[in-house]
T-cell receptor, first 113, second 114 residues
């Protein structure tokens, strides 16, 4: 089955800096890659996703890149703010499942003012 | 914005007892899921449910687990005889059924088995 590795496990940045979180996946058939943000006491919330027919997607300060050949994808957050502090999870979904996701272990991002 | 709600937020039970975790998915959603997260570990898929039956399940979802949609709004996860290793955060999620439509997660139920 699919295996998703995520690095780093913790990431501390200063407000205004960029943050990059990287994930690799094992199943070359996976074709959907969402990123979730989990704040303390809450469930994961989707922040951005990318499908395998696209190499990059951007939404304001957040971008995701996908390299299918290398089987890795990354989350980029620019101009970080303290409210970006949370745990971020990457995930991968192989067909044919309807959003059956395999998650990475999570990255705790701490943005210091 | 509609959201998935889960109750209770924290459940403490003794080993061997049955527990039922409850979820109210978003009202027009058609696919329902349970995931769990053992402390410090990955969020893991348990089961998906569509049209009143299980559509997929993981190896974790063995005979001690069952799911049910007892009425038009609730979606439940039952653990028949809890073990210490069932202690985890259990997340319910739902989606509207379009291919690759995003999952909307609830805030979770923390299950502690003593």
């Amino acid at each position: 089955g699919e295996n998703v590795e995520q690095h780093p496990s913790t990431l501390s940045v200063q407000e205004g800096d960029s943050a990059v979180i990287k994930c690799t996946y094992s199943d070359s058939a996976s074709n959907y890659f969402p990123w979730y943000k989990q704040e303390l006491g809450k469930g994961p919330q989707l922040i951005i996703d990318i499908r395998s027919n696209v190499g990059e997607k951007k939404d304001q300060r957040i971008a995701v890149t996908l390299n299918k050949t290398a089987k890795h994808f990354s989350l980029h957050i620019t101009e970080t703010q303290p409210e970006d502090s949370a745990v971020y999870f990457c995930a991968a979904s192989p067909p044919p499942g309807y959003s059956t996701l395999t998650f990475g272990k999570g990255t705790m991002l701490l943005v210091s003012p | 914005e509609p959201e998935v709600t889960q109750t209770p937020s924290h459940q403490v039970t003794q080993m061997g007892q049955e527990v039922i975790l409850r979820c109210v998915p978003i009202s027009n959603h058609l696919y329902f899921y349970w995931y769990r997260q053992i402390l410090g570990q990955k969020v893991e898929f348990l089961v998906s449910f569509y049209n009143n039956e299980i559509s997929e399940k993981s190896e974790i979802f063995d005979d001690q687990f069952s799911v049910e949609r007892p009425d038009g709004s609730n979606f439940t996860l039952k653990i028949r005889s809890t073990k210490l290793e069932d202690s985890a955060m259990y997340f319910c999620a739902s989606s509207d059924g379009r291919m690759r439509s995003p999952l909307h997660f609830g805030n979770g139920t923390r299950l502690t088995v003593t």
